[in-house]
């Protein structure tokens, strides 16, 4: 049988035994000795993952001698499932998601991708009046998702970081890809989200009408993490392929049409200390439990 008859097979497998962590795979449930499954927490689907990130894993194994099984989840939860169940290894996932997976499962992070420009911005209407967030006080501000690193957990920080309590200084309303138009038809003061998302909004609109009230610093990165338990050689073996090949590996991942927000990435190694900033912003939207994700 072919590979892509194999792959077909075991989808049909899975989804007739209704697998309880909503996941699909091209391997078994136990990992194979040189292989390495992995999923990537936002996209869906095998064929999504295939398409993005088919390049990364040839040129992966190729310089790694490690086998790649994707393994597609439907979601963050998904993943956090799998990874509590032993049948993935790896997961590529963002800043937010990590602190609650980790706190779920235990999984550490191995190596880690910092977005070229990935940060918050808070901006207004040029005409608004507005040249500081303190100004925000009593105002609106548009946010994008419920937990979005650089579209709510990032602007939120920057209010409190301002000595604004989101909530209860500022009315905080999350509203996905309408922030912009939010502010357009002026149910909002201000919008907050993430540096590149307000790249895209002026590319399309008159730059001299809105204004910039303030940057923020730049976000912990995407990483790669691996399940509690991945055997330390294994754990090395991708670390060190990271750091060897990364002038290769990252144009591979750049194939993926949804990639190309890790134009002139960087790669950089990380601790789990180092996503304390990120708890601190969950803490900014009045979030101590790290073991849910918000909006689910």
């Not at 905080?172 to 003061?189: E, I, N, P």
């Amino acid at each position: 049988m072919s590979a892509r008859g194999l792959i077909a097979s075991a989808l049909t497998v899975l989804t007739a035994a209704a697998v309880t962590v909503g996941c699909s795979s091209d391997s078994s449930d136990t990992s194979q000795p040189g292989t390495v499954r992995l999923a990537v927490t936002d996209l869906q689907g095998l064929e999504e993952l295939q398409r993005e990130f088919g390049a990364f894993k040839t040129e992966f194994e190729k310089q790694s001698g490690l086998t790649v099984d994707f393994f597609a989840v439907n979601d963050r939860t998904a993943a956090a499932a799998a990874l509590q169940a032993d049948r993935v290894d790896v997961v590529f996932t963002g800043p937010a998601e990590y602190v609650v997976i980790h706190e779920k499962t235990g999984a550490e992070p191995i190596v880690a991708i910092e977005r070229d420009g990935y940060r918050s911005t808070i901006y207004t209407k040029a005409d608004s009046g507005i040249t500081g967030l303190d100004q925000l006080r009593g105002k609106k501000v548009a946010m994008s998702d419920v937990g979005s690193t650089s579209g709510h957990l990032g602007p939120s920080q920057m209010l409190v970081d301002a000595g604004l309590t989101p909530g209860t200084d500022v009315e905080v309303l999350t509203v996905g890809d309408t922030v912009h138009q939010s502010l357009k038809r002026g149910d909002v003061d201000a919008v907050g989200i993430g540096y590149h998302d307000y790249e895209e909004f002026m590319a399309e609109d008159d730059p001299t009408q809105y204004r910039v009230i303030a940057e923020g610093p730049v976000l912990p990165p995407d990483l790669l993490m691996a399940r509690q338990g991945l055997d330390e050689q294994t754990v090395t073996t991708i670390r060190e392929t990271f750091n060897d090949h990364f002038d290769t590996l990252l144009p591979a991942m750049l194939e993926g049409k949804d990639n190309a927000k890790y134009e002139n990435a960087k790669l950089v190694n990380v601790t789990d200390k180092d996503y304390d900033e990120v708890r601190s912003m969950y803490q900014a939207v009045g979030v101590n439990d790290f073991s849910q994700f918000l909006g689910d």
